[in-house]
Structures are given as C-alpha cells and as structure tokens.
Nanobody, 128 residues
Framework: QVQLVESGGGLVQAGGSLRLSCEAS?????????MGWFRQAPGKEREFVAV????????YYADAMKGRFTISRDSAKSTVHLQMSSLKPEDTAVYYC????????????????????WGQGTQVTVSS
C-alpha cells in the first residue's frame, strides 16, 4: 500500500480558502496512477471530491466542486494539493486523500472506484 499523510485542514470562515496537501510514500507508490480527494461530513456518506492522474495531470471534479476547488500535483514532492476557495458551511467535513494503481473510465467511474490506499483524513470546518 501507499502511505498517505494529509495536512492543511482547519477552521475558516465562509467565503474563505484553504489548501490541503497529501504526501505519498511507500514502495507501492511507484505503481500509483491516480490520487483523489474524498470527504465525509457527520452523518453522511463519503463523497467524491476530485481526482488527478500522476501522468498527464488529467483532473476530474464532482459537480458541486467545479469552479471552487482545484486539484494539482507536485510529482517531485510526491504531493497532491486541493485548493479550496469560496468555502461554504456545507463543505465542512473530514477530507481524505486516496491513491490507486488503476485508471478508471471517467468521473462516474472514479466516483465509485474503491481506492486502494487512504490517508487518515484532515478536518475542514467552515463557519457561517
């Protein structure tokens, strides 16, 4: 498995911004092809946020995040970022980073794909 460590969560006011980071490591990391962000709010199911491919940097976003969130990668640092802006109270959740060694056929596929490796999560709280 790939070891994933998230950072950057915190408390922010509505309309503000946060940048999450996820650093990947481990022997299996070399076979990793995609990195994704998911989130889970209290009492709700885990929700797909965005995904990026290491090779080519193709990105896919959940409709609710388009235009507000940007996923990017720094291959030299084995790190993926999630820049979040115009945050809303409903964005409050634990955000998880995930990695997988497979490509999938588009956003509808990535939304449902069982990613192989997961981080421990980082809390994002947006106050109104």
């Amino acid at each position: 498995q790939v070891q994933l460590v998230e950072s950057g969560g915190g408390l922010v006011q509505a309309g503000g911004s946060l940048r999450l980071s996820c650093e990947a490591s481990g022997r299996s990391f070399l076979s990793s092809k995609v990195m994704g962000w998911f989130r889970q709010a209290p009492g709700k199911e885990r929700e797909f946020v965005a995904v990026i491919t290491w090779s080519g940097g193709a990105t896919y976003y959940a409709d609710a995040m388009k235009g507000r969130f940007t996923i990017s990668r720094d291959s030299a640092k084995s790190t993926v970022h999630l820049q979040m802006s115009s945050l809303k109270p409903e964005d409050t959740a634990v955000y998880y980073c995930a990695a997988d060694s497979r490509y999938c056929g588009g956003i509808r596929c990535y939304e449902k794909m069982p990613f192989e490796s997961w981080g421990q999560g980082t809390q994002v709280t947006v106050s109104s």
